[in-house]
């Protein structure tokens, strides 16, 4: 689970509770490996859910081959 901090808070970045860790608000960190610590920060209001966004880009011009590649193509290949 990605997790998005919306205070800067020094916590705990193992589950033993011997490392500590300043999370940055703003920043997105990824607690795949520390649920009881994201479930912690969630629970006090200090952090959210994180969703990935997706962009799409549309493309609606499509690039045409010129008569002229075609041209130099049937004249390399011997085509008519």
Do not use: P, Q, R
Request: net charge positive; charged share 30%; proline share 0%.
């Amino acid at each position: 689970m990605k997790i998005k901090m919306k205070t800067t808070l020094e916590a705990s970045a193992n589950a033993e509770g011997s490392v500590s860790m300043v999370y940055n608000s703003g920043e997105v960190y990824d607690m795949t490996n520390k649920m009881n610590i994201a479930t912690i920060l969630l629970n006090d209001g200090s952090a959210e859910k994180s969703i990935a966004g997706t962009t799409k880009k549309v493309i609606k011009d499509m690039e045409k081959k010129s008569s002229k590649a075609k041209k130099v193509l049937k004249k390399v290949f011997g085509k008519k």
